[in-house]
């Protein structure tokens, strides 16, 4: 049986441990990538109107997720009821589990922005006649991702770029 070679002196070669974080930092860079495409295709309306609440995509997933699990469909949210401690509940239990759902994700959102955001996607489903909420969520298509690209690409160009005098 070999024995592991014991050293007179330590090894102090760490050429390992450098290319290792040099993996992990590409790695990242990978995935901080994904999460700017994930993020930066939710769509919205031009104009001068009032922003759009955030959080449209986990709630159509929220609301996807109850009508598969559930097999039943999502009706729309009626109102705010006062639950234990005061705290304000949805009526409707579908409501309530799609408000659950984004409570995990922000602590601070309402059932009053929890049923808009659900009106929205109920809306944008009776809207585009689809079957499943999953349809309103649209998944960028190859040209709109050289747009995006081409777009990063200059912004991290201009903050490279020493400014002209």
Do not use: C
Not at 42 to 57: D, I, T
Not at 78 to 103: D, H, I, M, Y
């Amino acid at each position: 049986m070999a024995q592991t070679p014991l050293f007179d002196e330590p090894n102090y070669n760490l050429g390992h441990v450098h290319r290792d974080l040099e993996n992990a930092q590409l790695t990242l860079s990978f995935f901080r990538l994904a999460l700017q495409f994930a993020t930066y295709f939710e769509a919205k309306p031009e104009g001068r109107s009032r922003p759009p609440l955030p959080y449209f995509v986990p709630t159509v997933q929220f609301m996807d997720m109850w009508e598969r699990h559930t097999q039943t469909k999502v009706v729309a949210p009626k109102g705010v009821a006062t639950g234990k401690r005061n705290s304000e509940e949805a009526t409707q239990p579908s409501t309530e589990f799609v408000r659950l759902g984004l409570k995990m994700i922000d602590p601070n959102i309402s059932a009053a922005n929890t049923m808009t955001l659900m009106k929205r996607a109920l809306a944008d489903r009776k809207t585009y006649k689809a079957n499943s909420f999953g349809v309103l969520i649209a998944l960028p298509e190859l040209e709109d991702l050289r747009k995006a690209w081409k777009k990063r690409k200059k912004q991290f160009e201009s903050k490279l770029s020493p400014p002209v005098t």
